[in-house]
């Protein structure tokens, strides 16, 4: 399957999670970007005029020269990647399905629909049975869309998966320290954040609630069956620039001893680690020994900002364990998640 | 009572606890700092000499030109506030009670010792009962130990208090993201913190879980009944300066409706609110209706720093509700905590 | 002249530098606020409605209910504070200079205008001749335009202007850190500047190096003269939230020891001070003997923020004395600058 | 030349330089660390037990099973690199160049012996010729000590080399604003920083304005001669991790157009970037035509951390000309640094 390259095209190409998109397609094995689309008021421009890049690297020269395009069909690509903010990107990644193009999109508009997928591969490959159902749904021949979670949802459920099948879970409490790149750009005002920290993010709490059930939960051939996993969440914003790092209190089916819950997370290894994709390293899940870890900055690089760091198991005395959950929001949680549902797509021969 | 003005003798003078109480007391209605004692460093130098002084208000002058004595008795003095290091403090306090000095300290060494009052006076006014006994207990005729509870405990403590006696409390989760003055100084290293989160303070989570039963249990005559509250907490450390943030979810005895809750803490009115203590704000206990508050930098200077702030109330899917709290951790979580149990005991006339 | 209590308009009420003006306003002995003017938006709203409250401390309750007016003629009020954007400050400025109105402006727009004072009254009251003659120029009756500089400019001058009166100035070479409020709200994206320093603000350095030759100059009774000084800025923004902190190399027209040049800023006493206008405190040249003064957060408050504070005077080896000072940017550069203009005019009879 | 691969012996390996030491050295080409040395209480520890490692990088496997020496001759190696703190490097480095090890060094100590070559290898080659007779004065046979400048003094002399080179230079003055890491750890407290600026580094001043001159300065084959530049610095203590930013304003022997000034930076080839020096990028001068930079978080990480960053070249009103220039203080400012002069010294046969 990897002997094919498939041809890549970027919805929402100047902003951020689609500057993060390019960054991280630079050198891809798999896929080549053949098409970046924007805005009207992009569209024309090179991507070096039309964006403002904000990553520290520096922007690949391939994008740079690259003529940006409206975000609509038809553009020159095997499958779209979409970075398209909400508030645009239900209709036009409807379009591009409609008009054949399968979809991966990081948007929030299409996650809770009950004919698409919300895919983290390791998690729940299965859930892509959905597509052919969504196709009938929707009268689509060959397109289709496919969702990842929210940037707060991905290292969270990514760590309660192992646990999910070894021991059952039944509740999961969780308050998020969320990263500022979470906000987009400019995102943030400075005066804000410095010094600070912000309890509250439009949103954010209700998708870690709703996003987790459904990502933990099954397909039944017809439709999707939520977790019967109760989910209360509490997000803060705080005065870190990448990194979601996340306090879980989670209570099982069964007893574990702590020993058995760490062996869960290093012994890990789904269906999906063994396909090669490209962008998940292997292991995936790391639990680290020290007394302090994970830390945002320390750790969200881990396995090229693609790895879940896990630290600080301990009894909970209400309900069973706590411990912390670091992921790389911007890469783990956005623009990587994308670009490994692609993947995991492409070795499945969906693209 | 109010007539009198009291001499009060500061331990650990030159600390960060210690300085804040200077600052504190400058110009406060009933105390008037009578010595300044610290290490044997310290001892015989001027106050500006001896201390590296931290606050952004400048170091009264009154203190400045004070010569700092060595913290051991006799002090000229009618009590003592002990901002004492804990690795010393156990010790030093005990000889000043025993030469009979009411002691009323920010350190840990005692607080969880059966006969020693863990106070918050709008909390639990009635422990300073145990008095009696700790002086029989331990051969003191005039002096005792009074302590006020760790700086992540008392912003917890004050908002779960109206709740519990209005609807009995069972259960507590507490996330905590904490100030980096609460380490003292030079306390974080900034290469830590920039940047970042540190979900480690050492024996923070031990002492909220314990400190909180003591703090809200009763004094049944002979001894300390602590509540049947299970309480599990995490700590972090954030980039923030002053200010200990803590997202709480609370499981009620009874049902209450929200507008209870938030009429709970808005009519809380302890006996000793009452007694026009000069560091207790009236109402105490602010209750913010905007969707994004407390903040730490916006709201921790409320109440002069004593007051506690609350927001975000919102029924949790797991217990009963989740809210934010926000306390000011070096006034009302330290120095202004010693300052109000040293104004409590003045006005019940023990000092 | 201090028993009238004035009226005061403030234009431009809901943004950062109105907000600072009404905070600043609350219980002044002079002037009461009887009219708060926005945009067309925030027309006929409450303020409280009106304005996003950026400020810690809360904002006064009677602003909160009054109800906000078009920035246009007329008002009820006997002069107008502006705190308006840049963008359209020039015209309605001059709609209610034309109206009758005095006009303080913190804008940009006239301040280097040949018939407007650019004032700091302790540097160069004697500007305010040039009054009568804009009347005349514009053909306004009573109305007049007074500005206050650029906020990294004030700081600078304030402490040039004694050393100028002593020892003569040539040259000033200065090298700006300023602070994110200055940016106004939302202004600094934290992305931009978390673990960052942006090295330029657009138009900063020429305002420096203009605005200083103007307010050092002098005013021969019908147009304004630049001292001949050379001046070059280099302008930085970091990560700090108020507070201008500069590094100032200067060449003199004389030789100085440096007690002189101390002694130059310690006892410098304009006619102005002896005024006794509410808002300048008296020093307000505060010259730290620490060698690691001034510093943003431990200084910036000094004089209630109007204070300027000098440090680290030392020879250079290339011109004569280096030293670094520090002003508030909001307050002395901007908000309380045009409150302090305003208590001049007030004091010579002006409005 | 690059056939051979030298062994590397680091002493104060546990350091923060040590630490980057050892991460720039994995994977050298030329270079093997044999040997890890720091002090008494390290000596005999796995390096992964003596060291609290604090770059975001994992510790390199081959140096985490190690065990740490004490810093005495013998080690088993060809030379050594020391970031050994000034307190003790001067005796220490001294020794292992007695007993017969090049010793290329980070510290202060050496820098300014009249017979210690201070070295930027693409700027001041030739004063290697003085190791001869340091031999010679010091009875030393084999071994030498050869040392890199302070972090903020690299960045300022490679940007200035060019334009000594082609328009000679007069006076130099300028003022830093220097990242935390360079006061290694703990170092800054976050206290010091956060919302702050330190307009203070102890004796960093000193070092910028007399180390400039002996880099610019000649050997006249007997003694260093000092360029006659007259150099002024003012440093500052700036919140960011990495990167000293310094703006700059320098006076030419020559007139020069700004078109020359760039391109004199933009054409600079030294003879040492030919010799291919694996941590001498080529360019290793990048003027960014961006009016906002260079950034310290945008840019530092240039040439892996080796590049030197300049900007905003513009005209100054006292001197000729301002820009604004950028390095990695721990990187090209110190670790880095050490290793590029041993690889010159290794290119020149003199290891």
Redesign the interface.
């Known amino acids: 399957m990897n002997k094919k390259m498939y041809k890549v095209g970027v919805l929402g190409a100047t902003g951020m999670v689609g500057q993060r998109m390019i960054a991280l397609l630079d050198n891809h094995p798999w896929f080549t970007v053949t098409a970046l689309a924007a805005s009207e008021q992009s569209a024309g421009k090179s991507y070096a005029d039309a964006a403002t890049w904000?990553l520290?690297t520096p922007v690949p020269s391939w994008a740079a020269s690259m003529i940006v395009q409206k975000s609509a069909p038809p553009l020159d690509c095997d499958f779209v990647l979409s970075g398209l903010d909400n508030a645009v990107a239900g209709e036009i990644e409807e379009q591009f399905a409609a008009a054949g193009y399968p979809v991966i999109s990081n948007a929030k508009n299409h996650r809770m629909a009950a004919d698409v997928p919300l895919l983290i591969p390791e998690v729940n490959a299965a859930h892509l049975d959905v597509i052919d159902r969504q196709r009938k749904n929707r009268g689509w021949n060959k397109g289709f869309i496919v969702t990842n979670p929210n940037c707060s949802t991905i290292g969270l459920v990514c760590a309660l998966k192992p646990l999910q099948e070894a021991f059952g879970i039944t509740?999961?409490?969780v308050?998020t320290?969320q990263a500022?790149?979470g906000a987009g750009?400019?995102?943030?005002?400075?005066?804000?954040?410095?010094?600070?920290?912000?309890?509250?993010i439009k949103g954010e709490e209700e998708k870690v609630?709703t996003e987790t059930r459904k990502l933990l939960g099954g397909f039944d051939g017809e439709r999707f069956i939520d977790a019967e996993i109760?989910?209360?969440a509490?997000c803060?914003r705080?005065?870190?620039?990448d990194g979601h790092?996340e306090?879980v209190?989670v209570e099982f089916s069964e007893q574990a001893e702590p020993e058995a819950v760490i062996r869960a997370w290093r012994s890990f290894a789904p269906e999906t680690t063994k396909l090669g994709l490209p962008s998940i390293p292997d292991p995936f899940i790391i639990y680290k020994e020290e007394?302090?870890?994970?830390?945002?900055?320390?750790d969200r690089?881990a396995g090229w900002g693609m790895a879940v760091t896990v630290?600080?198991l301990r009894r909970?005395?209400?309900?069973h364990y706590?411990f912390?959950v670091l992921s790389h929001n911007t890469i783990r949680g956005a623009a990587g998640a994308a670009i490994a549902d692609a993947e995991l797509l492409a070795a499945k021969g969906l693209l």
């Not at 995102?187 to 912000?198: C, E, F, M, R, T």
């Not at 909970?316 to 309900?319: A, K, R, T």
Request: glycine share 4%; with cysteine; proline share 9%.
């Open positions: 904000q520290d509740k999961v409490l308050t320290m500022i790149s750009y400019p995102g943030v005002a400075s005066l804000d954040i410095l010094d600070n920290v912000v309890p509250f609630e109760a989910v209360s509490q803060n705080v005065h870190v620039r790092l306090c209190s007394e302090n870890r994970p830390q945002p900055r320390r690089d630290g600080r909970c005395p209400i309900l706590k912390v």
